[in-house]
T-cell receptor
Framework: RKEVEQDPGPFNVPEGATVAFNCTYS??????FFWYRQDCRKEPKLLMS???SGNEDGRFTAQLNRASQYISLLIRDSKLSDSATYLC???????????????FGTGTLLAVQP | DTAVSQTPKYLVTQMGNDKSIKCEQN?????MYWYKQDSKKFLKIMFS???????INETVPNRFSPKSPDKAHLNLHINSLELGDSAVYFC?????????????????FGPGTRLTVL
């Protein structure tokens, strides 16, 4: 099983739709999880962090299911400007804070259509 | 103010050449990273440094040599460039925090260096 798996998409949705992405991880010791947004030819930008069961920021909700080892990102009322690739990242603990590393999923491409 | 900056933004070079990429962060973070994003957009960690000390080396060929002169800078030197080195290289930084033994590891990325080897 891959360390982090995402559905690559693309997800084509109309404006105003609600869309959800899932990301599964294999390391049960992971404690922190992230969603990044990456626009074409740009760097990944941190969108949301998830440390407990979930996090909400406006139209965006991230949830964590430790039992099933997945995180999800829900986008409500999609805007054209939400079109991007969404990367999930899972923190893999090392033997101290500085040796932790992020493992990224392959990203899910979202295209919001007018 | 740019939090994590990289130079150059684009790098086009011939096979066999040696090139360097520079990264600087002004966030006051202790930890910096190099990632490679290939043509399939897969983002993979290469190295991490904590306060100038190499912490993670993800079995990267030894043609790649990172150097950290201080905790705000992390450079990447690549010898004998190969076609397969063509990719986007991202620098990132983070400040591990949280209770002893844990880290939240929110990472912030530079704009990337698009390397093309001909």
């Amino acid at each position: 099983r891959k360390e982090v798996e995402q559905d690559p998409g693309p997800f084509n949705v109309p404006e105003g739709a609600t869309v959800a992405f899932n990301c599964t991880y294999s390391n049960s010791a992971s404690q922190s999880f992230f969603w990044y947004r990456q626009d074409c030819r740009k760097e990944p930008k941190l969108l949301m962090s998830v440390y407990s069961s979930g996090n909400e920021d406006g139209r965006f909700t991230a949830q964590l299911n430790r039992a099933s080892q997945y995180i999800s990102l829900l986008i409500r009322d999609s805007k054209l400007s939400d079109s991007a690739t969404y990367l999930c990242a899972v923190n893999i603990p090392g033997d101290g804070g500085a040796t932790n590393k992020l493992i990224f999923g392959t990203g899910t491409l979202l295209a919001v259509q007018p | 103010d740019t939090a994590v900056s990289q130079t150059p933004k684009y790098l086009v070079t011939q096979m066999g050449n040696d090139k360097s990429i520079k990264c600087e962060q002004n966030l006051g973070h202790d930890t910096m990273y190099w990632y490679k994003q290939d043509s399939k957009k897969f983002l993979k960690i290469m190295f991490s440094y904590n306060n100038k000390e190499l912490i993670i080396n993800e079995t990267v060929p030894n043609r790649f040599s990172p150097k950290s002169p201080d905790k705000a800078h992390l450079n990447l030197h690549i010898n004998s460039l190969e076609l397969g080195d063509s990719a986007v290289y991202f620098c990132a930084s983070s400040q591990p925090r949280g209770p002893s033994g844990s880290s939240y590891n929110e990472q912030f990325f530079g704009p990337g260096t698009r390397l093309t080897v001909l």
